[in-house]
């Protein structure tokens, strides 16, 4: 039996992570790939600095472009196969990469709206079906989809984002049960409050920092290397018995 250490090695597998230019997907990335795994990176532009970091650790990395706004389920379909090419196995699908828009109900646009809920939903949806076509025949496979605090909250002004976000844990329970029979597992992360270019508008209102500051029990807002253990856990060995789960990662935000 190997040691529990090892069951959290990934040497020799590919993961595809989607959005992995900076924050949290870049996180991701680069933790698999400290674990052992070769990167394919899902990005509508080359993270070149994300890319070279990977490649410094001397794993293997590729790039499919997609652009997520943009893209449909073929597209999605065509990405996942594409990937699963790269080096001729896929083990791990991280959906990473969202956007955010900021409003009441009654002032973000419908084209706003659409676009969050296409990208942050429709499209994990469509990569997930697509890496399940890869999984469920190979009899294995991990996805960790990336929700948020929001999937528990309502949250304040980004009613499409948290829409979205508590779609993403229904998929992940959904995908998490009809896969499970096949060695698939489905799982999801939801971040606290983390510095990333998503929350840079709460951060730069004094008022709103300090009111979430004064909730997280650890003192702190979240950094995106928080995270890293929680991606390597739930796409390595280690967890091989966990599937249909949400991770918080929120310095007991939940918790007061």
Same mark, same amino acid.
């Given at each position: 039996?190997?040691?529990?250490?090892?069951?959290?090695?990934?040497?020799?597998?590919?993961?595809?992570?989607?959005?992995?230019?900076?924050?949290?997907?870049?996180?991701?990335?680069?933790? /698999?790939?400290?674990? +052992?795994?070769?990167?394919?990176?899902?990005?509508?532009?080359?993270?070149?600095?994300?890319?070279?970091?990977?490649?410094? /650790? +001397?794993?293997?990395?590729?790039? =499919?472009?997609?652009?997520?706004?943009?893209?449909?389920?073929?597209?999605?379909?065509?990405?996942?196969?594409?990937?699963?090419?790269?080096?001729?196995?896929?083990?791990?699908?991280?959906?990473?990469?969202?956007? @955010?828009?900021? +409003?009441?109900? /009654? $002032?973000?646009?419908?084209?706003?709206?659409?676009?969050?809920?296409?990208? #942050?939903?429709?499209?994990?949806? &469509?990569?997930?079906?697509?890496?399940?076509?890869?999984?469920?025949?190979?009899?294995?496979?991990?996805?960790? #989809?990336?929700?948020?605090?929001?999937? *528990?909250?309502?949250?304040?002004?980004?009613?499409?984002?948290?829409? &979205?976000?508590?779609?993403?844990?229904?998929?992940?329970?959904?995908?998490?049960?009809?896969?499970?029979?096949?060695? =698939?597992?489905? #799982?999801?992360?939801?971040?606290?409050?983390?510095?990333? $270019? *998503?929350?840079?508008?709460?951060? $730069?209102?004094?008022?709103?920092?300090?009111?979430?500051?004064?909730? @997280?029990?650890?003192?702190?807002?979240?950094?995106?290397? $928080?995270?890293?253990?929680?991606?390597?856990?739930?796409?390595?060995?280690?967890?091989?018995? =966990?599937?249909?789960?949400?991770?918080?990662?929120?310095?007991?935000?939940?918790?007061?």
């Amino acid at each position: 039996m190997p040691g529990v250490l090892d069951r959290f090695r990934l040497d020799g597998q590919v993961a595809c992570v989607t959005g992995t230019t900076r924050g949290i997907g870049r996180t991701a990335a680069i933790a /698999l790939a400290q674990a +052992g795994c070769d990167i394919v990176h899902i990005d509508r532009r080359d993270p070149l600095e994300t890319r070279a970091a990977i490649e410094a /650790l +001397g794993r293997r990395t590729a790039l =499919v472009e997609l652009d997520l706004e943009a893209a449909d389920t073929d597209a999605c379909e065509r990405a996942i196969e594409t990937a699963a090419g790269a080096f001729g196995r896929l083990d791990a699908l991280v959906n990473s990469a969202g956007v @955010i828009a900021r +409003g009441t109900v /009654l $002032d973000v646009s419908a084209e706003d709206a659409e676009r969050v809920l296409h990208v #942050n939903l429709a499209c994990v949806l &469509a990569l997930s079906r697509a890496a399940g076509r890869v999984f469920v025949p190979q009899g294995s496979g991990a996805i960790v #989809n990336v929700s948020s605090l929001l999937a *528990f909250q309502g949250g304040v002004l980004v009613s499409s984002y948290a829409i &979205a976000k508590h779609g993403v844990l229904g998929l992940t329970r959904a995908l998490a049960n009809e896969w499970a029979p096949h060695g =698939v597992r489905v #799982n999801a992360i939801a971040p606290g409050y983390t510095v990333t $270019d *998503f929350t840079e508008r709460l951060r $730069d209102d004094p008022e709103r920092y300090q009111e979430i500051l004064d909730r @997280i029990p650890m003192g702190r807002w979240g950094a995106p290397d $928080d995270l890293a253990g929680a991606f390597v856990y739930l796409c390595s060995p280690a967890s091989a018995y =966990v599937t249909g789960q949400v991770l918080t990662v929120d310095g007991g935000y939940l918790s007061r």
